[in-house]
């Protein structure tokens, strides 16, 4: 039961670790496709427009066996590094969506007041533009981050032993479910909160910036 146990929780810790470097780095990803998106440059655009266009259509299991068997040449390694590069280029896809989107909700004529009032680009991008964009992607970004955590059980597929497969093996079934339930909802309410503070933290200083301005 104490090796279990031990199992267990570093499946637990496996789980939580990929689900976090894999947001964060599928966040950045996601990020400079989005740019590239934006580009005024045909090119550029263009490429980023056929690599998300691709990425996103491959399923993440597919994407993990394609990765472990052209880098490794075993399906079954175990490499969590597979695992990390081929989920977070899934969810990278997801996201560059949502980033879009946001960018899309922000009006053109408040970027045009911004800049008619004497603030830079940069200035209107972090205090007019990416309140609005991140205010908009909030609940999307959560569940993004719920689905990142859900999807790291398909790199059981190639031998890592992550939370849901150290689950599996508890000779109660119904035990096993249930603490698979228990970690995910735990590891889901983390994120939600986190990122949730970040979204009201930035909202707060671009309003306190904004106020200030309008003093002077």
Same mark, same amino acid.
């Given at each position: 039961e104490t090796l279990m146990a031990i199992k267990i929780l570093a499946g637990l810790g496996i789980t939580f670790f990929l689900t976090i470097v894999c947001f964060v780095t599928a966040s950045l990803i996601g990020i400079m496709t989005c740019a590239g998106f934006c580009s005024r440059n045909k090119v550029i655009r263009t490429i980023a427009k056929v690599y998300n266009g691709i990425i /996103?259509?491959?399923?993440?299991l597919?994407?993990?066996?394609?990765?472990?068997?052209? /880098?490794?040449? @075993?399906?079954?390694? +175990? $490499? *969590?590094?597979?695992? &990390? *590069?081929?989920?977070?280029l899934f969810v990278a896809a997801n996201l560059t969506g949502v980033f879009f989107g946001g960018v899309c909700s922000v009006a053109d004529g408040e970027i045009e007041a911004a800049r008619t009032i004497g603030m830079s680009k940069m200035q209107t991008f972090f205090h007019i533009m990416l309140p609005q964009i991140i205010e908009s992607i909030v609940p999307v970004y959560m569940s993004m981050f719920v689905m990142c955590m859900q999807i790291t059980s398909v790199a059981s597929v190639i031998g890592v032993k992550e939370f849901l =497969?150290?689950?599996d093996g508890i000779s109660n079934a119904v035990l096993g479910i249930? %603490? =698979? *339930?228990? +970690? &995910?909802?735990? /590891?889901?309410? %983390?994120? @939600?909160?986190? *990122?949730?503070?970040? +979204? !009201?933290? !930035?909202? /707060?200083? =671009?309003?306190? &910036?904004? #106020? !200030? $301005? #309008?003093?002077?």
């Open positions: /996103i259509k491959i399923p993440p597919v994407m993990l066996m394609l990765f472990a068997l052209i /880098i490794m040449g @075993d399906r079954n390694n +175990g $490499s *969590i590094l597979i695992a &990390y *590069i081929g989920l977070s =497969s150290t689950t249930v %603490l =698979s *339930i228990v +970690g &995910y909802f735990l /590891i889901g309410t %983390l994120g @939600d909160f986190v *990122i949730t503070r970040m +979204g !009201k933290r !930035k909202h /707060i200083k =671009s309003k306190d &910036y904004l #106020e !200030k $301005s #309008e003093v002077r």
